[in-house]
């Protein structure tokens, strides 16, 4: 199935009260709307999750909680230097330890890999040289923890120390020795990738301009901190079969990864994916613990666990890349935009991960909400030899929307519009296409702007609170899940079964990944919509290559909208099949059987009517054992053809609207943030209570990297160069319950012409306008323009100091 | 290895240790009660809180011997053949619990919250769960699960 009921124009977005249910038809509705309000009996409604009692219970397994029998215990040896040669590993009295049972190194592992499959640029164990403080270098598996921790002491390694790069911008000036071989003969092997794209006419553009803004940004790097770390087990079975348990995202190209490293047998790999407890983009690929549990399996024929320490989290890292930025913003004196050129330089650390994605995402996904005639941006991504950085929720759009939206109130502030209005002004609106050939369908902007305005009651509150107090907005949109996978294929993105019970139990095998966000529950309420099955007849196994189809994983915000429409395909399958049967047995057209409420009935007739079991029976007797398959892929005309232009293209993008109020001490910079209200386009909320926690968590994450947190490493001159400055939980701050502002969400629901039930992401998109709604309310505040993140006390004082000397700001 | 003899969740339990265990490996590890969890090892999350005599503690930096002779309650030990307890039965309700790897701490710091203050303002619900990160939420439902919960113990 691609594409369903592409050209439909969606209907205006409304704002959905706070605690409304079912959704009534609106009073004007008319076309797909109304046909799909009316007929809405579970999906819209606030609902239980159907993994939420395991886990208020305790009961829920996550992968730390199985232990198999003749477990082993793993762990794994670190770099302690940024960037060395390794010339020699002893393994010898580690394996002679008592307990030991398995030591691997590089050398048993010698094949690259990488999410991306154009940049696979690491080994499960370092083999020739070590890139970061960190990085793993061999692997032991011993009777228990202890042992293992002794036995790595045991192993000897000799390095050759080499010159180590902390800075993108003198990775990227240097000449050598680089931190990767260059793929090409004479290109840098401190670059990643360099994207240059322009369209549109940018010079005339700014030449046309009445007021171009100029500035520069640093958004510092920051990392997801799931509370669960990560934890592997693999077993190696004697008839060749290897299974890995793992918290991962995407248990399906950790299959593919699995089996092309150690050399096996794809049919003969399963991954399975327990709960996860928290993921954020930080277990999107996969990890050295993986391919050692599995090696170490294998070669000791024992079950083997590798569980992160929580400092292991914070080198393993893959978060949010620190971006140096520059923006040049032209506008008319209206305040509608004429061009905009950026120029970023992106710190990638040691290795590619998503790297050469981000790149592109730093510039292709600022061209929505607003209307932009001509757009240019330069983007580099550097090696440095610090942990990879990789994609955190939000991946790579959150830093330049933040300068972004900062440009905008700089521009709203220089005409003296106000900021709401400003962006109103620029929207692009729906079923349009984006300055660099995106098309974007329903889209449910102003309705986002026109709730926080309401809410926030914003217009008594702008430019009229006392100093030290202030409010500030910013919008933003995001994909919902990237057109194509990671690896060309003509497949479909995501997969489902369906299985019918003579009991009237339904089963759903999904391969997609519950990691919090409710994926189980969501394929659950769609069945119960689709069958009219109560939810607790339906059961669930999902994340398991043996056993579900292919989903490609829970990242870039694509589960709901794409599993959402091959479950939805699936059920109507089964569906047509059960109406067919009863129909017979009733001398009545297949339309006219209703199947709700754990019934079937007549339409128009509640007189008629059978329990589903029966109606299942029925349909099982003229059909066989019932089942289905339903898919979903992506439609192929959403994009341009430049080299790229795949880059950013979605089904659907929701769009988003903060605002944020602060307070602001003068004498210290210490930032309050008192209230965020988030606005939210999902399209549909398919549960409402989902999508808030979804919309709070994103709002709350934002807030988070606006006022504290920080992943940065010491310099040389700071003991050693690349350590961690702080990798635990105490010291890498993030908000407790009393740090975090009190959150407001406001879902729009703009009816997504594609998305199942018209339903849009909303797990990372309400995000990105948190840090420059806060950054835009401490100006309303104080004056005072923060360009740098975090707004930490020092800096936010400095800056007003730097005001009051010198009036700049 | 030495034996350690525990009241949890209302049993007698018998286990043998190595001495350097803390609680929270004593009940994973020793009692396979895998509910507590572990998310930092050194007392920074939350995530292994359970009650002892009433208080929430961190059982992972609370050596298991510290707890002989104590009343343990852990996040199996809240729920009771005739259901739910209503701070479990509320952040189920609430959408409170998202990964859910912080529910088992955040639960058992909110009992023994409700349990000394049955009827607790938002700011001693946020005060009462400062110990507890939770990655995932905002904190918002959890204060409106606990607040829900309060009510309906209050309402028995």
């Known amino acids: ?28 509705g008319s076309g797909r709307e109304a046909e799909i309000s009316e007929a809405l009996a579970t999906i819209g409604r606030p609902m239980r999750k159907i993994d939420g009692r395991a886990k208020g219970t305790g009961r829920a397994r996550y992968t730390d909680d199985i232990r198999l029998p003749g477990m082993l215990h793993g762990k794994i040896l670190r770099s302690p230097h940024p960037h060395a040669r390794i010339l020699a590993v002893d393994t010898s009295r580690a394996e002679a330890l008592e307990g030991v049972h398995g030591v691997v190194t590089g050398r048993d592992m010698p094949t690259t890999y990488g999410i991306i499959p154009w940049t696979p640029d690491e080994y499960p164990l370092c083999v020739d040289k070590v890139r970061y403080v960190g990085d793993g270098v061999a692997a032991v598996a011993a009777v228990d923890e202890d042992t293992a921790n002794a036995a790595l002491a045991l192993i000897d390694v000799k390095y050759e120390e080499l010159p180590a790069y902390l800075d993108p911008h003198e990775a990227i000036a240097a000449d050598g020795p680089f931190i990767h071989e260059p793929r090409k003969k004479g290109w840098n092997g401190n670059i990643t990738k360099t994207v240059e794209l322009a369209f549109g006419d940018v010079d005339r553009g700014f030449e046309g301009s009445d007021l171009v803004v100029e500035g520069d940004y640093f958004f510092e790097g920051t990392t997801h901190t799931p509370i669960e770390p990560h934890c592997a087990i693999g077993l190696a079975e004697p008839d060749g079969k290897l299974t890995v348990w793992s918290a991962t995202q995407v248990p399906h190209y950790l299959h593919r990864e699995l089996a092309r490293v150690l050399e096996l047998d794809p049919a003969r790999v399963r991954v399975v994916q327990p709960p996860v407890g928290g993921a954020f983009g930080g277990k999107s690929e996969p990890f050295d613990l993986e391919f050692c549990v599995a090696k170490l399996s294998i070669i000791t024929g024992r079950p083997v666990k ?11 890292h893959r978060g949010r890349h620190p971006f140096h930025m520059r923006y040049r913003t032209g506008a008319t004196r209206d305040g509608i935009l004429t061009a905009v050129d950026s120029r970023i330089v992106m710190d990638g650390g040691a290795y590619a991960s998503f790297g050469l994605v981000t790149t592109y995402y730093s510039g292709q996904l600022l061209t929505a909400p607003y209307r932009m005639p001509a757009y240019r941006f330069h983007s580099t991504r550097a090696y440095t030899n610090k942990p990879a950085c990789g994609p955190k929720r939000g991946h790579g759009s959150v830093q330049p929307r933040f300068a972004f939206e900062v440009q905008l109130d700089r521009i709203a502030e220089a005409l003296d519009i106000d900021p709401i209005e400003l962006r109103r002004r620029n929207f692009i609106g729906s079923d349009t296409r984006t300055v660099n050939d995106l098309r974007v369908t329903s889209n449910g902007f102003l309705e986002c702007l026109d709730a926080v305005e309401r809410a926030s009651d914003w217009q008594h509150k702008f430019r009229r609170l006392p100093y030290g107090r202030g409010v500030g907005v910013a919008g933003s949109t995001y994909i919902t899940g990237t057109n194509y996978p990671v690896y060309p294929n003509d497949m479909p993105q995501s997969g489902i079964q369906l299985q019918v019970d003579r009991s009237g139990r339904v089963a759903i095998f999904s391969g997609a990944s519950e990691i919090g966000q409710g994926v189980d529950s969501m394929v659950t309420y769609i069945v119960a919509e689709e069958l009219g099955v109560p939810l607790e007849h339906i059961r669930v196994l999902a994340g398991d290559t043996d056993f579900t ?27 047509a099949m059960v109406q067919e ?14 199947l709700a409420g754990g019934l079937a009935v007549m339409a128009g007739d509640t007189g008629t009517g059978m329990p589903l079991r029966e109606a299942f029976n029925l349909a099982e007797a003229k059909f066989g054992t019932l089942g289905a398959t339903g898919s979903y892929n992506t439609p192929r005309d959403v994009h341009g053809s430049y080299r790229g232009a795949t880059i950013g293209a979605s089904p659907a993008y929701s769009f988003t609207a903060h605002v944020a109020e602060v307070e602001v001490d003068p004498e210290t910079g210490f ?7 988030i606005a939210h386009d999902c399209g549909r909320a398919l549960n409402p209570v989902l999508v808030e926690g979804q919309m709070e968590g994103s709002a709350y994450m934002g807030f988070a990297e606006a006022l504290m947190e920080e992943q940065i490493f010491k310099s040389a001159d700071q ?3 690349g350590l961690h400055n702080a990798p635990s939980l105490l010291d890498y701050r993030i908000p407790t319950s009393l740090d975090t502002p009190a959150l407001e969400s406001l879902i729009v629901e703009s009816i997504d012409p594609e998305g199942p039930y018209g339903a849009k992401e909303a797990g990372e998109g309400p995000l990105h306008p948190s840090i420059p709604a806060i950054a835009n309310a401490i100006h309303d505040a104080v004056g005072v323009r923060m360009n740098s993140l975090p707004f930490s006390p020092p800096r936010v004082w400095r800056a007003i ?4 000397d010198g009036g700049r700001g | 290895m030495e034996v350690v003899r525990l009241r949890v969740n209302g049993d007698e339990r018998v286990c043998g240790v190595p001495t350097h265990y803390t609680l929270l490996e004593t009940l994973r590890y020793g009692l396979g009660l895998t509910g507590s969890k572990q998310g930092c090892d050194k007392g920074d999350c939350g995530a292994c809180t359970v009650i002892v005599d009433g208080r929430a503690v961190l059982s992972c930096i609370t050596p298991v011997w510290e707890a002989e002779g104590r009343e343990v309650r852990t996040v199996e030990g809240l729920a009771t053949a005739a259901g739910l307890h209503p701070v479990q039965d509320e952040f189920d309700l609430n959408g409170a619990a998202q990964c859910g790897f912080c529910t088992p701490g955040i639960l058992c710091s909110s009992v023994a919250l409700l349990d000394r203050n049955p009827s607790p303002t938002r700011g001693e619900i946020r005060a009462a769960l400062a110990g507890n990160l939770c990655r995932c939420t905002g904190y918002e439902k959890i204060y409106d699960a606990v607040e829900a919960a309060a009510e309906r113990l209050g309402d028995r």
């Open chain 1, 581 to 594: 049967a009863v129909a017979e047995a009733w001398g009545t057209k297949p339309r006219e059987v209703l």
């Open chain 1, 549 to 575: 189809p292919v989903d490609l994983g829970a990242y870039s915000s694509r589960v709901t909208f794409m599993l959402g429409n091959a479950c939805i395909d699936a059920a109507r399958r089964i569906k």
């Open chain 1, 306 to 316: 590798i569980l992160y320490t929580r400092e292991e989290v914070f080198y393993s």
């Open chain 1, 801 to 804: 100091q730097a005001a009051g």
């Open chain 1, 1 to 28: 199935m691609s594409g369903r009921g592409t050209g439909t124009v969606a209907p205006p977005a409304r704002v959905r009260e706070p605690g409304q249910g079912a959704q009534a038809a609106s009073p004007n």
């Open chain 1, 719 to 721: 003991g050693r160069a």
């Open chain 1, 671 to 677: 930032v309050t943030v008192e209230k965020i209200w």
